[in-house]
């Protein structure tokens, strides 16, 4: 037996080698998990001699099962990629999860969150809508529902947040952009969640500190249709020639496809080839980056940490509670894909 003190389940699952979700299943239902799984389990029981808080698994139990899963804009492959994989994760740890989309409505949002209420959720995963959202509702249901926000980040609600770290992954593409070509122009759109706003502030920062100046371009529009506000902003951007390099590197992929398809119709040929006249690149490795012509250049974000992240930490509220003092924030790093746009 070992004499290390196992404080909380989370801890369980670290030492074990088991993730928090399967620990968190085998306590509400051992037969639930593989038989090589739960030998490992109570293996570690006996030898760490933990046990957990009843008290506190048997108040879980007359929770519901559900968990809810909000997003902005189902319809985005980049947010229906993150749900997927987060009700993967739920499903796995033995909750029911439902997933509801805002569809960029403010209003929609709350009546999803007092739907929510009605259900009697253990747990919810919130991917808000930002700017937009309507704080004080958000924070009454984060003060009643334990809530972790994933993505998109209001400050100082919710219990914790998991999302990807702005101010890495924006340098990281500046620093290439430069040492491959001209210093890149900023394209982007009015602000729809905090992150446009991070990658903007991001990008001039980088600039600023590689010795060059920063030019954004901010182009019109409303709403989720990322693509049709980069091609038509793009075509004006075109047409009036509002670009100061060669290089654009659009606030996101979706911005970046719709460039892409205006510098095809003015007949301007993107890639790093010797016959092409411009690079563009975008940000987050959406599913259909790999598939445009030619293939995009962007930064990944890491969607099986992030969601697995977001679970794992509200497992824990659920069956430890939401612990007193200020919000734990997880922000995950990053990762360039070269691809032969930029």
């Known amino acids: ?20 979700p399967t620990v968190s299943k085998y306590f509400n239902d051992p037969t639930s998990v593989r038989k090589s799984t739960r030998e490992r389990i109570e293996e570690a029981l006996e030898r760490y001699n933990f046990r957990p808080n009843l008290y506190a698994v048997n108040q879980n139990r007359r929770l519901t099962k559900n968990i ?24 796995d740890a033995g909750f029911s999860p439902s997933t509801f989309s805002s569809h960029g409505s403010v209003e929609h949002e709350i009546e ?16 808000p809508l930002g700017r937009a959202s309507d704080r004080k509702k958000v ?3 984060c003060h009643d529902v334990p809530t972790v926000l994933v993505d998109s980040n209001i400050e100082g609600l919710g219990a914790a947040f998991i999302g990807l770290d ?37 990008y001039i920062q980088s600039m600023e500190r590689l010795g060059h100046t920063p030019h954004v371009i901010r ?21 009036n020639g509002e670009l100061s390099s ?25 890639g790093i080839t010797d016959e092409c006249t411009l690079r563009i690149a975008g940000h987050d490795d959406h599913p259909f980056s790999r598939f445009t ?33 200020p919000r734990s924030d997880t922000l995950f790093d990053g990762h360039l894909v070269m691809r032969s746009s930029a």
């Open 1 to 20: 037996m070992s004499g290390q003190k196992i404080r909380n389940m989370e801890e369980f699952a670290a030492k074990s080698g088991v993730s928090r």
């Open 68 to 91: 809810g899963i909000v997003v902005p804009y189902v319809a985005d492959p980049f947010f229906a990629e993150i749900a997927r994989t987060i009700e993967r994760r739920c499903i």
């Open 112 to 127: 999803i969150l007092e739907t929510l209420r009605s259900m009697r959720p253990a747990g919810v995963l919130l991917a």
């Open 139 to 141: 924070e009454a249901f």
């Open 166 to 202: 702005n101010f890495q992954s924006v340098p990281l593409m500046v620093e290439y952009l430069c040492r491959t070509g001209e210093p890149p122009c900023f394209f982007e759109m009015p602000p729809v969640n905090p992150n446009a706003n991070k990658r903007r502030s991001a």
């Open 219 to 239: 182009v019109e529009g409303q709403g989720w249709d990322f693509e049709d506000i980069g091609y038509s902003g793009g075509l004006r951007v075109l047409d």
């Open 246 to 270: 060669r290089t654009v590197l659009c606030s996101n992929d979706r911005l970046a496809i719709g460039f892409m398809a205006a510098a095809y119709e003015r007949g301007i040929r993107v």
């Open 293 to 325: 012509c030619p293939s995009l250049t962007t930064i990944s974000q890491d969607y099986d940490a992030i969601s697995t992240g977001s679970v794992e930490t509200l497992m824990n509220f659920i069956e430890d509670g939401v612990p007193s003092g």
